[in-house]
């Protein structure tokens, strides 16, 4: 059964500071997500696939076409869904982790990590353990836990990044270039977090430039070029 259905969906941006020049990022997409489906989204730099993640977010909201959700209350177009609605799905289902991570000041790495947890759960103690144990996992040194992310290197922000859209096991997940600044090992530990978070049904669609994750974590691609799918296999 698929959990996503997009039809003929498209996104044209104006660019007010251009005359109103009209950018077509998007043009007539169409693909379903499979529940518990890895699906690896390429493409050249530009050619629209953060765009595309940001539409399903509703980050953007798409200039056309119906993005289909099968949620655990129902289908829900995430086009035409009110902002209530998407609100309660990023709270409890759908999880967007950016390629850079913003950092919130003065707040610990570990609380970083916890702060969709936070919403969920009102264990604080039982959310902070948890997520010790996935930056443990992650190779993130000990006495960098309790410090303030906003001057860890690209590598240790991105697994605090990784980490907190990982923790609530969400059933719909949207991660853009996990993998982009971490060390072949650490690579391999953020996949096979991955890899753990599908045996559990999370179904995935992952942005990446990188041939080995994607080789090891993806079902299926879709390729982008141009705001279009190339290819679909
Ligand atoms: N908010 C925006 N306003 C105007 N144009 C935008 C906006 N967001 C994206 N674009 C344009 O849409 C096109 C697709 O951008 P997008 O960020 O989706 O590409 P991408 O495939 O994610 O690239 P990269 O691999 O470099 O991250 C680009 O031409 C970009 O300039
Ligand atoms: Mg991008």
Not at 51 to 71: D, E, F, H, P, V
Not at 183 to 190: A, E, G, M, R, S
Request: aromatic share 6%; hydrophobic share 40%.
């Amino acid at each position: 059964m698929n959990i996503l259905e997009i039809n003929d969906l498209s996104k044209v941006f104006n660019l007010h500071i251009l005359n109103n020049k009209k950018l077509e990022a998007l043009k007539s997409i169409n693909f379903t997500v499979e529940e518990g489906e890895i699906i690896g989204l390429t493409g050249k730099s530009g050619s629209g696939k953060s765009s595309l993640m940001k539409c399903i977010y509703r980050t953007y909201l798409a200039s056309g076409g119906q993005i289909n959700y099968r949620s655990i209350n129902g289908m829900v177009d995430l086009v035409k869904a009110t902002d209530h609605e998407v609100i309660e799905l990023r709270k409890n289902e759908i999880t967007y982790c950016s390629q850079f991570l913003s950092v919130i000041p003065r707040v610990s790495a570990v609380d970083v990590v916890c702060e969709n947890l936070f919403k969920v759960n009102t264990n604080k103690e039982a959310a902070r353990y948890k997520a010790k144990g996935m930056l443990k996992q992650l190779g993130l040194p000990e006495e960098l836990w309790d410090a303030f992310p906003v001057t860890f290197s690209g590598g240790e922000q991105q697994r605090i990044n990784v980490a907190r859209a990982i923790i609530t096991s969400p059933r719909f997940l949207l991660i853009d270039e996990p993998t982009a600044s971490l060390d072949p090992k650490t690579k391999d530990v953020v996949v096979d977090m991955l890899l753990d978070l599908k045996k559990q049904g999370t179904s995935i669609l992952c942005i990446s430039h990188d041939e080995y994750t994607i080789e090891k974590l993806v079902d299926r691609r879709i390729n982008l070029h141009m705001g279009e799918i190339l290819n679909l296999n």
